[in-house]
């Protein structure tokens, strides 16, 4: 027992030997990692004020560098050709190859003294090439060469002004430091930036359809009219009764109740270039009580404008009348249960051309007038084909613009009346040659006063040397003005050759005028006024026949689709000739359906 405690002795002295050992071995590994931290630039957080205010400070220390160098840039750039190590734009970002001493800036490398194992510094990596340095200088030089550049301009005008070169001078010097001071120390851009762009204009709000700026109608009870095909249709019916003191317009005329039924319509085109428009009407008179009438009159017209080249336009119409002749007509049948039906086929076409100033239009007119047989009171029936003829014109009119509202023309009409048997029952031809001359004046001053009027003479001589030629003054109008607002008058006058088969007689001429007045009182009511005078000239004989005519009435309008009407005319015929006088008054009320 007493040999073994020296051993243990022994081994316990070389476990404390043993642990020393181990705990100065560590204590020296890990004394080198501080320096190596310090080395690879692990130095805990830094402030962003002081990052900021570095950054300040190295600027101004390069812009006071860049002050005092006198070396023309261009030659420096020259001799920087070749890519070298990379240098940043702010001086002492990183550390210096040369480990000069630091400034005291935060990014300074820390300094030899302060490392252990300076005898074995961490070899510097070496960095890639760059040309970053390269663009500095070039941004650099451009602004260097721009402030020369301002300096001479500036010292060229201190020749005549000392004063405002020095504070020229001043003032380049102020915009080359705030130019370097924006090139250097930018201000960085927020980072919601790209988020907070201009609004697109196309992105704005649009209005609300709940509230449009809507445009008062100028006529809110006028026909909205129907769209069929590339046509906008607006019908009219008008139904009503009319009470009258003369039913048919005769020397022995008696009183009536009628009834009345109306239908008109017109039908416009919705074309780009040419247009075209047709109107109608159709009048139905039926005998409630009184004298027995029950007789249908109508009409249907077409017109057609085509625009064509170099200034020209052709104008065509087509129309088509049937109507009873009239008991107070000079041909009209004595002793008939009802008047004959009298049919008309019409159609025209017209060129207008304009050369400058200057408006020509020629036309061309066919009219045929074909009758029907009278059926007398004692049964037998009257041939009427004797009065069938055709007439044909040829109308040249020859104008001058004196302004865009006044046209003065002259007009020259020739023509040729045939009929369909060439001699009469009483064996008279009377086949005519037809001329005119007239000279007018055409107006065009827009809604206010629009429309022409002429004078002439008109000669209608026929082929029979047994009847005299039928001629006279041509007085013709068409005119509407417009004094104000909703209210219209219109004039209107025709002269036309009236033919007959009467034995020794020509025909005559007949001279027709209307004036005619419309006021809208309000937008529902509408006030409407005419006064007539119609001249009826016998040839032959020493004939005359003057009808004077009167009517007004009123309109109201119960809603844009249907209204009330009511209309008074009166009409007296004086004639020098035994059993043509009559008078006829009457009064008409009705209801009005539109669409």
């Known amino acids: 027992m007493s040999g073994g405690q020296p051993d243990t002795k022994i081994g316990r002295k070389g476990i404390a030997i043993a642990a020393l050992l181990l705990t100065a071995s560590a204590l020296a590994l890990l004394r080198p990692a501080p320096a190596f931290s310090q080395d690879t630039e692990l130095r805990g957080e830094v402030s962003e004020s002081a990052i900021l205010a570095d950054q300040q400070r190295k600027a101004r220390q390069l812009r006071a560098q860049g002050s005092q160098d006198e070396t023309p840039a261009p030659a420096a750039t020259a001799q920087n050709t070749a890519p070298t190590a990379y240098q940043p734009v702010s001086p002492g970002a990183v550390p210096d190859d040369d480990q000069t001493a630091g400034t005291g800036s935060v990014f300074d490398q820390p300094q030899v003294g302060d490392d252990p194992l300076a005898t074995n510094p961490t070899p510097v990596k070496p960095r890639r090439p760059s040309t970053a340095k390269q663009r500095a200088d070039d941004a650099k030089a451009k602004a260097d060469t721009k402030t020369a550049s301002k300096k001479k301009a500036k010292k060229a005008v201190a020749d005549t002004d000392s004063t405002t070169t020095a504070a020229t001078a001043a003032g380049d010097q102020t915009d080359a430091a705030a130019t370097d001071d924006d090139g250097t120390n930018r201000r960085a851009v927020t980072i919601d930036s790209v988020d907070k762009q201009k609004l697109d204009p196309g992105a704005e709000r649009t209005g609300s359809i709940e509230t449009p700026k809507v445009k008062p109608e100028d006529d809110p009870f006028a026909a909205p009219g129907v769209k069929v095909g590339t046509f906008l249709f607006r019908p009219t019916l008008e139904q009503g009764v009319t009470a009258t003191s003369n039913a048919d317009s005769s020397n022995a005329g008696k009183s009536a109740a009628l009834s009345e039924t109306a239908l008109r319509f017109t039908a416009t085109s919705d074309w780009r270039e040419n247009s075209a428009l047709i109107t109608g009407y159709g009048l139905f008179r039926n005998t409630i009580s009184g004298e027995k009438i029950n007789d249908a009159q109508g009409r249907i017209e077409g017109q057609l404008n085509i625009d064509l080249d170099n200034e020209l336009r052709a104008i065509a119409k087509l129309g088509y009348e049937a109507a009873p002749e009239s008991a107070s007509a000079p041909d009209a049948v004595a002793g008939v249960n009802q008047q004959p039906l009298r049919q008309t086929v019409d159609g025209s076409l017209g060129?207008?051309?304009?050369?400058?100033?200057?408006?020509?239009?020629?036309?061309?007119?066919?009219?045929?007038?074909?009758?029907?047989?009278?059926?007398?009171?004692?049964?037998?029936?009257?041939?009427?084909?004797?009065?069938?003829?055709?007439?044909?014109?040829?109308?040249?009119?020859?104008?001058?613009?004196?302004?865009?509202?006044?046209?003065?023309?002259?007009?020259?009409e020739l023509g040729r009346r045939v009929y369909d048997l060439r001699l009469d029952t009483d064996g008279f031809d009377r086949a005519s040659k037809r001329i005119g001359a007239r000279a007018g004046?055409?107006?065009?001053?827009?809604?206010?006063?629009?429309?022409e009027f002429s004078v002439g003479w008109l000669?209608?001589?026929?082929?029979?040397?047994?009847?005299?030629?039928?001629?006279?003054?041509?007085?013709?109008?068409?005119?509407?003005?417009?004094?104000?607002?909703?209210?219209?008058?219109?004039?209107?006058?025709?002269?036309?050759?009236?033919?007959?088969?009467?034995?020794?007689?020509?025909?005559?001429?007949l001279y027709s005028g209307r004036l005619t007045a419309e006021r809208q009182i309000r937008a529902n009511l509408t006030a409407n006024a005419a006064l007539g005078l119609d001249w009826r000239d016998y040839v032959g004989i020493d004939g005359h026949d003057r009808i004077l005519s009167a009517e007004t009435g009123l309109t109201w309008w119960l809603n844009r689709y249907a209204g009330l009407t009511t209309r008074v005319r009166t009409e007296k015929l004086t004639s020098n000739l035994p059993g043509r006088d009559y008078t006829a008054n009457s009064i008409y009320l009705g209801l009005k359906i539109q669409r």
């Open 459 to 509: 000669r209608e001589a026929l082929d029979d040397s047994r009847l005299p030629a039928i001629a006279g003054p041509s007085v013709n109008a068409d005119l509407k003005w417009s004094p104000e607002r909703g209210t219209t008058i219109g004039l209107t006058g025709k002269t036309e050759v009236e033919t007959t088969t009467t034995a020794g007689q020509s025909g005559d001429i």
């Open 441 to 451: 004046l055409e107006l065009d001053m827009g809604d206010k006063l629009s429309g």
């Open 351 to 412: 060129i207008e051309k304009d050369v400058g100033k200057m408006r020509y239009t020629l036309t061309g007119a066919v009219s045929h007038d074909f009758y029907g047989d009278a059926e007398l009171t004692d049964g037998t029936t009257l041939s009427q084909k004797d009065q069938d003829n055709t007439l044909y014109t040829a109308t040249l009119r020859t104008g001058y613009q004196v302004s865009p509202a006044l046209t003065p023309f002259t007009e020259v």
